[in-house]
């Protein structure tokens, strides 16, 4: 279980950590802290320090009912960071956070080496083939029902799990065709699904393994853990480190996160566990 990032080979037979980037105004936790310069790298080193083995730069909320920004906006926001990120820090490796191939083909020319795709490439018809020109380029494709827009006004499955794991193989096909060799595949926590959904998904996670292929867990103060406790994001640290340790009990690959010093604790404690 490896993928290949800027000539290195990250074996993920160890659960990995991504650590979390926002720099946007408006994300549901942590919007407009990590929006300058200075604060994006201070971060960045934290996580590094802390155990992250990724960092995941996005320029654009993708909370419910977000709004859409430009290509152009999107540019201004990550760019710049990214080639600061490269400059200080020249062993992170980075990943773009966007459903869009303009900004994947840009963000990876400026130092990039991940393309993580909510959308798993259904927002933009020309994402995989741009990915695959990249060479050597790992690809994330999340699942999500609709767009950030309209994701949770009424999202309704016959079977989640069924049809997951239907669009997962499809996707995988669809890359693979695309020229895109490493594929890690993130089940969407929180994006067109409902509560139920959520907790569905991660009671049956084991599920979505596809043999070769990694999976990414996105569920770090996510509203399913909030709404739940009915208590606000900026609490539900320990909820997260819950859920993660669930995932990571089924397999989980790569947990990404906004705090990634718990992260690497649970990690910590899942692998003496294993190995006892």
Do not use: W
């Not at 083995?53 to 993708?62: C, E, L, Q």
């Not at 906006?73 to 990120?85: G, N, Q």
């Amino acid at each position: 279980m490896n993928i290949s990032c800027k000539g290195k080979l990250i074996d993920l037979t160890t659960p990995k950590i991504m650590g979390i980037l926002n720099l946007t105004p408006d994300s549901f936790y942590d919007g407009g802290v990590f929006n300058k310069t200075d604060r994006a790298l201070a971060q960045t080193e934290k996580m590094l320090l802390e155990g992250a083995t990724f960092i995941d730069v996005g320029g654009a909320s993708s909370k419910p009912g977000a709004v859409e920004i430009s290509i152009d906006e999107e540019l201004a926001r990550v760019l710049p960071i990214i080639e600061e990120i490269q400059k200080r820090f020249p062993e992170a490796i980075i990943s773009i956070d966007t459903y869009r191939s303009v900004v994947a083909q840009q963000a990876v020319a400026t130092g990039a080496a991940i393309v993580n795709d909510i959308s798993g490439g259904n927002l933009d018809a020309k994402m995989l083939g741009t990915v695959g020109a990249l060479g050597g380029v790992p690809y994330i494709a999340m699942h999500m029902q609709g767009k950030p827009q309209n994701m949770q006004d009424n999202p309704s499955y016959d079977n989640v799990l069924v049809e997951m794991r239907s669009f997962f193989a499809a996707k995988i096909d669809e890359a693979h065709k695309a020229g895109i060799h490493d594929i890690i595949i993130d089940p969407g926590f929180g994006f067109g699904k409902t509560l139920d959904h959520n907790y569905s998904l991660l009671k049956n996670l084991s599920s979505m393994q596809m043999e070769g292929i990694p999976m990414l867990i996105g569920l770090s103060r996510k509203s399913m853990i909030h709404k739940q406790l009915e208590i606000e994001a900026a609490d539900a640290l320990n909820g997260t480190t819950v859920l993660n340790t669930i995932a990571l009990q089924q397999g989980t690959q790569i947990l990404r996160v906004h705090d990634v010093k718990e992260a690497q604790q649970a990690i910590h404690l899942i692998e003496k566990l294993t190995y006892a």
